[in-house]
């Protein structure tokens, strides 16, 4: 019982050095020791606009999309107004995150979690919804809804889609191809309100705008993590406990600022990175 206040609801781990540090996996630990080595970590999240640093967030999250929303309400108790528009990496893509930017107003250029794979043909939708929400597979059936098919229970968030009569279908041998037993019956678990957000997140990510927020996230949030981890040598926490780390960072971050606008002033650093052209296509 002890152990478990300490932890907090949230969370499944502590460290015995410092209670608020969360386990986790780093990205030193991706050749040696990947799942088995944890260190105690937490999750750093900043918000950056033309290279400055605008807003940051720790927290003891794991997992990136639990930090968005928080990380925005944060931007917003400082500045008194939600982003206009924004982009961010395919950990921060979930039903959740979409709806809250939805609801704010805010421009979503926010990946989803295989959106590499489906960009490059690795993968691809095996049915769709049509006008009445019902699921269609690739064979122009209409699949029965469900919670429970077979002792295969659906999530909370989405239900069971069962295309039944599988036997004699002429795209089998795509929609199986990777499961590991061929049935004659095939099964997808899916979430109306996701698949079209997700199709709406497409199109977004894909059109000139879209392009240009892309090639700015990664310059600009992974260019100030670069600045911050090598150049001001800053990989590892140096405090303990939620509040220290989190002044911390907040310094650091500042001194981020600091440097840029410095650079700024010698004439060394400019505020207007890339744009898309006028003429490019989606």
């Given at each position: 019982?002890?152990k478990?206040?300490?932890?907090?609801?949230?969370?499944?781990?502590?460290?015995?050095?410092?209670?608020?540090?969360?386990?986790?996996?780093?990205?030193?630990?991706?050749?040696?020791?990947?799942?088995?080595?944890?260190?105690?970590?937490y999750?750093?999240?900043?918000?950056?606009?033309k290279?400055?640093?605008?807003?940051?967030?720790?927290?003891?999250?794991?997992?990136?999309?639990?930090?968005?929303?928080?990380a925005?309400?944060?931007?917003y108790?400082?500045?008194?107004?939600?982003?206009?528009?924004?982009?961010?990496?395919?950990?921060?893509?979930?039903?959740?995150?979409?709806?809250?930017?939805?609801?704010?107003?805010?421009?979503?250029?926010?990946?989803f979690?295989?959106w590499?794979?489906?960009?490059?043909?690795?993968?691809?939708?095996?049915y769709?919804?049509?006008?009445?929400g019902n699921?269609?597979?690739?064979?122009?059936?209409?699949?029965?809804?469900?919670?429970?098919?077979?002792?295969?229970r659906a999530?909370?968030?989405g239900?069971?889609?069962?295309?039944?009569?599988?036997?004699?279908?002429?795209?089998?041998?795509?929609?199986?191809?990777k499961?590991?037993?061929?049935?004659?019956?095939?099964?997808?678990?899916a979430?109306?309100?996701?698949?079209?957000?997700?199709?709406q997140v497409?199109?977004?990510?894909?059109?000139?705008?879209?392009i240009?927020m892309?090639?700015?996230r990664?310059?600009?949030?992974e260019?100030?993590?670069?600045v911050?981890?090598?150049?001001?040598d800053?990989?590892?926490?140096?405090?303990?406990?939620?509040?220290?780390?989190?002044l911390?960072?907040?310094?650091?971050?500042?001194?981020?600022?600091?440097?840029?606008?410095?650079?700024?002033?010698e004439?060394?650093?400019?505020?207007?990175?890339?744009?898309?052209?006028?003429?490019?296509?989606?």
């Amino acid at each position: 019982e002890e152990k478990e206040e300490i932890c907090g609801p949230n969370r499944n781990s502590y460290y015995k050095t410092d209670h608020d540090a969360t386990a986790m996996c780093l990205k030193e630990d991706y050749y040696s020791g990947l799942g088995s080595n944890t260190h105690p970590a937490y999750n750093f999240q900043i918000i950056v606009s033309k290279g400055i640093i605008l807003s940051f967030y720790v927290s003891q999250d794991r997992n990136d999309q639990y930090a968005l929303i928080p990380a925005i309400e944060k931007f917003y108790e400082l500045y008194n107004f939600y982003p206009k528009r924004l982009c961010a990496d395919a950990g921060y893509g979930s039903l959740k995150n979409y709806q809250f930017i939805i609801d704010k107003g805010i421009e979503n250029y926010i990946k989803f979690a295989d959106w590499s794979r489906v960009i490059s043909g690795e993968t691809y939708d095996l049915y769709h919804f049509n006008d009445d929400g019902n699921l269609v597979c690739l064979n122009n059936k209409i699949a029965l809804k469900t919670r429970l098919y077979e002792n295969r229970r659906a999530h909370k968030s989405g239900f069971l889609y069962v295309i039944e009569s599988c036997a004699y279908c002429r795209l089998k041998k795509f929609c199986q191809s990777k499961l590991k037993e061929v049935k004659n019956y095939r099964i997808f678990e899916a979430n109306y309100d996701y698949f079209k957000l997700r199709k709406q997140v497409t199109e977004s990510l894909l059109s000139p705008k879209g392009i240009e927020m892309r090639v700015n996230r990664s310059s600009q949030v992974e260019g100030a993590f670069g600045v911050i981890k090598q150049d001001m040598d800053y990989e590892r926490a140096r405090r303990r406990g939620l509040e220290n780390v989190s002044l911390e960072f907040m310094l650091t971050c500042l001194g981020y600022n600091i440097r840029k606008l410095f650079l700024l002033i010698e004439g060394k650093a400019k505020l207007d990175y890339w744009r898309a052209p006028e003429d490019l296509k989606a």
